[in-house]
């Protein structure tokens, strides 16, 4: 269950947009031996302690080896990960344990739509980061660290990634339907307006490949020209405006017209039937923050690699980006502590984006070869590093408000999902609208 407090009503002014990730499983922190939280075996020798993970979505710790490292590093630790893909199915279980205070990882992973809340209204369950060893403000991007920083100084959270957003796009489907492949050249085509991309996608659809739609999900599309607007569902003063911001219904029509042109998939992203559709190249672009090329990574059959490219967006913007906690109740918190500031070190940060596509929230890991030479097997030999650097530095500075991510998910799945199923965009608005305010007064 989610808080209900009226300081929740805070907001914090970011230097990017987030919008919704994806989720968790809350268990117990257990210290004991070799096994994990949820009582299955973590596969550590007799005798070690086991710090638990609770994640959501693709983080890509373990995937990069970074666990794998740090456990080489440290003989004694073995860590266990307990992961939900849909951040709104971790996050209110997240907040059930914190204000219980228990069932509760070592380690606890908060979105960036979700972080003004805990700040605001779990900060006192949460450990201090900045006093621990080896942990420097100057690390990361000032935005960054103040987005979990209380008004009395205490940092609980430390930044994991931001994600500054494109496009990425299928250089195969591209062909077959006439458009131009090269990042550059694709990148023209839909500079600086989003119905530019739209007609991209008329055009996509003239000449598709059989089965194929231009774009994955409505949801998709709807988070990619929010998250490039400077103001969307809070003003500065911490009102809900979503209603009446012109820039949210603009980019909810915008969204209902793709859908009802049959430019989008009729998918949420996230769940297991989007899956499918990228393991069988249902799709020729989505909208992709860094991370979004581990989940495509994830997801896809081996055939798939290197038939993606990324293109500059529209107008840009950012798309999430995590934290990690240390709640004060753990069984292990220094450990748990320790493990925090060795994962978002800025070395840690770029290996983490050289293997999952993650993009450091710590500048000097810009610099670092793992950043300006990054290539994925995704996309090939293309050089991904400087395209979202750039996409970073003119991302839009933007309010986030405590409940965004229940704002987001309305207007995407009770929303312009609907339009796909056959509903008018009026009465898809109308339903978004109603679901979240409903929401919104619980």
């Known amino acids: 269950m989610r808080a209900r407090t009226r300081t929740s009503r ?10 919704m990730g994806t989720g968790l499983l809350a268990g117990c922190a257990d210290d004991g031996g070799d096994k994990a939280s949820d009582g299955s075996s973590s596969g550590g020798g007799k005798g070690k302690t086991t710090i638990t993970m609770g994640l959501f979505g693709t983080m890509g710790f373990k995937e990069a080896g970074l666990y794998a490292e740090y456990e080489k590093l440290n003989p004694n630790i073995k860590i266990a990960e307990n992961v939900i893909e849909r951040n709104e199915n971790y996050y209110p279980a997240l907040v059930n344990h914190l204000t219980t205070n228990s069932g509760l990882q070592d380690v606890q992973a908060v979105e960036v739509a979700n972080i003004a809340e805990v700040v605001a209204t779990q900060g006192a ?13 100057g690390n990361w991007l000032d935005w960054k660290w103040s987005q979990a920083t209380t008004k009395d100084s205490k940092t609980v959270g430390l930044g994991t990634d931001v994600g500054p957003m494109a496009l990425c796009y299928r250089t195969d489907l591209f062909q077959q339907a006439g458009l131009p492949t090269d990042p550059a050249e694709v990148g023209k085509l839909w500079a600086g307006d989003w119905n530019k991309f739209i007609s991209v996608g008329e055009q996509y659809k003239k000449k598709a490949p059989k089965g194929t739609f231009f774009m994955d999900s409505p949801g998709g599309l709807l988070n990619a020209v929010l998250s490039s607007e400077k103001e969307k569902f809070y003003d500065s003063s911490g009102e809900v405006i979503y209603k009446s911001n012109p820039a949210v219904k603009a980019a909810f029509d915008l969204t209902a017209k793709a859908a009802e042109q049959g430019l989008v998939q009729a998918q949420t992203q996230f769940q297991p039937a989007w899956d499918t ?12 923050p860094p991370w979004m090329l581990g989940t495509l990574k994830g997801k896809s059959k081996p055939e798939s690699l290197g038939k993606w490219a990324v293109a500059v967006a529209p107008k840009s913007g950012n798309w999430g980006g995590s934290f990690l906690a240390v709640p004060s109740s753990g069984k292990n918190v220094k450990e748990a502590e320790k493990l925090v500031a060795w994962l978002t070190a800025p070395e840690q940060q770029a290996k983490l984006f050289k293997v999952q596509g993650s993009f450091p929230s710590t500048p000097s890991a810009y610099t670092m070869p793992e950043v300006t030479g990054a290539k994925n097997e995704m996309t090939g030999d293309l050089n991904i590093g400087t395209i979202f650097a750039e996409a970073a530095k003119a991302a839009p500075v933007q309010v986030i408000g405590p409940k965004d991510q229940i704002i987001q998910q309305g207007l995407t799945d ?12 009026e009465e898809a608005w109308k339903t978004a609208t109603k679901t979240i305010d409903n929401n919104l007064d619980k």
């Open 10 to 19: 805070r907001v914090v002014v970011l230097a990017t947009v987030a919008t």
């Open 414 to 425: 009770n929303g312009v999902i609907l339009v796909t199923k056959g509903k008018s965009p």
């Open 277 to 288: 559709t990228i393991a069988n190249s249902k799709f020729a672009t989505v909208a992709c």
């Open 125 to 137: 369950k949460l450990q201090d980061l900045s006093k621990v060893s080896g942990v420097e403000k």
